[in-house]
Every structure is written in structure tokens, then in C-alpha cells.
T-cell receptor, first 113, second 113 residues
């Protein structure tokens, strides 16, 4: 079974630039999450989708971050404009739904200079 | 909001020694999950505990969920070099609503051969 796919794996940008990340969850998983993991810390939930609807985006900095999940499958996360403190690994994860284990993708390591 | 705390932050052990990490939540949890993240990797789901006082074992790993469903522990017997990594607990609030996980900061396990 294929896992969660993410691209790109690495991205370096300058502050105030824009960046977008893509995620393809495990086939059939209704729930999709975007997490931000700053070095040395645990993942922090940014947004949760159930199919193509947003369930929780309470910790998403909406002035600069946006996410969508068109057709309830793939998802994109965008940052515009980026700040230095956005340097982190952005992890996409999916789960079958309900309160089950979450399966993470390899992440995108973002460096903002 | 919900907070999940883990101790210790770092643990150095000699290969063959036991290891324990503890997790405490500021709120009652509906369930708790444990993840392992190898250096440079992404979190990998290990197990979920749901019932008060539940104990589960996976080979040398023993997971416990407290009676009050606010704390949990992971114990590894006779550590091996393959156990190196960061162990995260992640809890789901029992208050209902969105089921995104709140992660602790993790315990970094360092094993000296």
C-alpha cells in the first residue's frame, strides 16, 4: 500500500516570498491533516480536513497560510508571504477517519532566509 | 487549550538498559497515541490506547494509559540501537469536536553501545 506522498521534499525561499506544498494521502483516507514541526518540537496541527471540508483550522495563521483539499483527495498548503519563523518541516498526514492512527508523509523541509 | 507534556526531554541509556517516557495531559483524553520518529524521518504510528487503565505490549515496548485518562507511559525493556529516535505521545481531547491530535514535545532516546 502506498503511503502519504508529499512534494517537494525541500524548499529554500527568501522571506516575503510565497511557497506551496502538495500532498496526496493514502487512498481511501477521508481525513487529511497538515502539521508544522519546528526543529526539536512535536508536530503542531495547522488544519484538518474531513473529505473536502475543514474540520479544524484554529491554529492556522490565516493571514499568511491557506490550504485546500479539492475533490476530497489531494491537498495543497500555501504560505504567502513567508516569514523567518516559518522555517520548519511541514508534514501531511491522513487517517481512515474516526479516532484512529495517523499516517504521516515524509514532509517538506522549508527554510526561509 | 489542551497541553500535552512529556518527560524527560532527553534520555541517555546504555544498550540493554530499560527506558521509560511519561506523558501528561492538562485535560482528560478520549485516547492517546504513541509515535516514533527516527532522526531525519517522519513520525510513525506505534499504538493507540483508549480505555482507562489500559496496558498494551508490542514485543519489548509496554504502553500504559492512566486510570484518569490524563497520563500515559511508554517503557522499553532492554533497549537496542534500533530503538534510537524521538518518542511522541499525542492525545485527543475527550471534549468532542475536531479530533486533531495534540503532540507532546517528545523524548529523545540516545543509546550508547
Amino acid at each position: 500500500e502506498a503511503g502519504v506522498a508529499q512534494s517537494p521534499r525541500y524548499k529554500i525561499i527568501e522571506k516575503r516570498q510565497s511557497v506551496a506544498f502538495w500532498c496526496n494521502p493514502i487512498s481511501g483516507h477521508a481525513t487529511l491533516y497538515w502539521y508544522q514541526q519546528i526543529l526539536g518540537q512535536g508536530p503542531k496541527l495547522l488544519i484538518q480536513f474531513q473529505n473536502n471540508g475543514v474540520v479544524d483550522d484554529s491554529q492556522l495563521p490565516k493571514d499568511r497560510f491557506s490550504a485546500e483539499r479539492l475533490k476530497g483527495v489531494d491537498s495543497t498548503l500555501k504560505i504567502q508571504p513567508a516569514k523567518l519563523e516559518d522555517s520548519a518541516v511541514y508534514l501531511c498526514a491522513s487517517s481512515p477517519g474516526g479516532r484512529q492512527g495517523v499516517f504521516f508523509g515524509p514532509g517538506t523541509r522549508l527554510t526561509v532566509l | 487549550g489542551q497541553q500535552v507534556m512529556q518527560i524527560p526531554q532527553y534520555q541517555h541509556v546504555q544498550e540493554g538498559e530499560d527506558f521509560t517516557t511519561y506523558c501528561n495531559s492538562s485535560t482528560t483524553l478520549s485516547n492517546i497515541q504513541w509515535y516514533k520518529q527516527r532522526p531525519g524521518g517522519h513520525p510513525v504510528f506505534l499504538i493507540q490506547l483508549v480505555k482507562s487503565g489500559e496496558v498494551k505490549k508490542q514485543k519489548r515496548l509496554t504502553f500504559q494509559f492512566g486510570e484518569a485518562k490524563k497520563n500515559s507511559s511508554l517503557h522499553i525493556t532492554a533497549t537496542q540501537t534500533t530503538d534510537v529516535g524521538t518518542y511522541f505521545c499525542a492525545g485527543r481531547d475527550s471534549g468532542g469536536g475536531a479530533d486533531g491530535l495534540t503532540f507532546g514535545k517528545g523524548t529523545h532516546l540516545i543509546i550508547q553501545p
